[in-house]
């Protein structure tokens, strides 16, 4: 798996893997957009080295027979490909190296084959695509390999069923291996002396991971992205506060990922964009505004909390990967006073100015455990702008003027609580 990168085949793997490659032959090339939102050879998305990216035009599932199905993706060209092995639950996860998955691939409906239940794909971090295979049985890439067929590059993944102890072992070993990798979590930084206030602003979920869904697809991922750029805009508008963004288009960012950002970067106030769905409950509607608490302040918060922190799982990330941060002891960070006190001020001041540009839920401040909220030195607030399951909230969420609206109050907000009440604020907590 981390290791099997380009593995070889047992000879009746290989004769199964042909056989899978002589059938695709027969399947046409998904369809894509005319226009591939500038993925063709933007270097924002591109390798390192400056290389326009590799399109991916077409992603398969096909029945390999038995207990086994193969995964086609076409490419222009052969790429870096690593497959690994993820438990709890059961996953595969393939990356591709300087891959774009094109809009619209793969289709909506992807229904499994053989030990396959699903897959999804998407944008997974700069120069970096990701499908996340999940598995109705414990099974493992047996094969992968390429194949050219009409100057196209056919990257083939055969996925077999094997044992629960096979499995279990496999993942063992990328999980070590993925821990290995990752690298030690730094303290929040201080800006420079005269520097102004910094605000990170963290439009949720992306690439890989589309968030929650409106009645015709809508996506919480472009609508939160769509007002995040709104908010940046509004408050460099204003001229006195920094501005940064966590994602700044359609690619996914891990939870622990977006804290590092903004505490590396010393920022004054993060910002996490959410806009949630809640199927059967279309009459709910406003924007609520969250801090970090051990206890959610109620059921709906717990859920909300819950289904945010799932990011990684859709993603391909392990699960507990945050107790290496240096944060999972947030519980017990939580009793730095300051922070505290900056959290439930910033999200009054956010509460306030959405009073005058949209509507607010009827428990507008509310709190959970959001794992993107858990920094201990850094005041951090989520908002929910509203649910994509009501077409009040989603209709003012998609109005460019709604939009803009919104994102000049939270500015003002932002921008008087960051330049003149913070440190009058520090200041009375130090006393």
Do not use: C
């Amino acid at each position: 798996m981390a290791s099997t990168t380009m593995a070889g085949a047992r000879s009746k793997a290989g004769a199964r893997f042909r056989a899978i490659s002589a059938g695709l032959a027969a399947l046409a090339v998904l369809a894509i957009a005319p226009a591939l939102r500038g993925a063709e050879g933007n270097g924002a998305n591109g390798p390192a080295r400056g290389e326009p990216p590799a399109v991916a035009r077409g992603l398969h599932l096909v029945d390999a027979g038995g207990e086994a199905a193969g995964l086609v993706v076409d490419l222009p060209r052969e790429v870096n490909v690593r497959v690994s092995a993820l438990a709890a639950p059961d996953r595969l996860v393939i990356d591709l190296d300087g891959v774009v998955i094109a809009p619209g691939v793969p289709p909506l409906g992807r229904a499994g084959q053989g030990p396959v239940a699903g897959y999804r794909a998407g944008l997974f971090m700069l120069g970096q695509s990701r499908i996340v295979v999940d598995l109705a049985r414990p099974a493992l890439a047996e094969r992968v390999d390429f194949v050219r067929q009409a100057g196209t590059a056919r990257l083939i993944v055969e996925i077999r069923a094997v044992t629960p102890q096979r499995f279990a072992e496999q993942a063992r070993m990328d999980r070590a291996s993925r821990l290995a990798a990752q690298g030690e979590e730094t303290a929040a930084i201080a800006r420079p002396p005269g520097a102004k206030p910094l605000i990170v602003i963290d439009p949720g979920h992306g690439g890989i991971d589309p968030g929650a869904s409106g009645a015709k697809g809508e996506l919480e991922k472009d609508i939160v992205l769509a007002f995040g750029r709104a908010l940046r805009q509004a408050i460099e508008a204003e001229g006195r506060l920094e501005v940064q963004m966590t994602r700044e288009d359609d690619r996914f960012i891990a939870l622990g990922e977006r804290v590092r950002f903004a505490r590396s970067r010393g920022a004054a106030l993060f910002v996490s964009l959410h806009a949630d769905s809640l199927a059967g409950e279309s009459d709910v509607r406003g924007a609520s505004v969250y801090t970090l608490s051990e206890k959610a302040s109620d059921a709906a918060a717990a859920r909300a909390a819950e289904k945010e922190n799932r990011a990684d799982l859709m993603a391909g990330l392990d699960p507990d990967t945050e107790a290496r941060d240096g944060i999972g002891d947030i519980l017990a960070d939580l009793a730095r006073r300051e922070t505290r006190i900056f959290n439930q001020l910033a999200a009054r001041a956010a509460i306030r100015a959405i009073r005058h540009g949209a509507a607010l839920h009827k428990v507008p401040l509310r709190s959970a455990g959001f794992r993107v909220l858990r920094a201990p030195d850094m005041p951090s607030i989520l908002i929910e702008l509203g649910y994509l399951s009501n077409a009040e909230d989603l209709a003012a969420l998609h109005d460019d003027r709604a939009r803009a609206a919104l994102a000049r109050t939270l500015a003002r907000a932002f921008t008087t609580f960051l330049t003149e009440r913070r440190d009058a604020i520090s200041a009375r907590v130090q006393e």
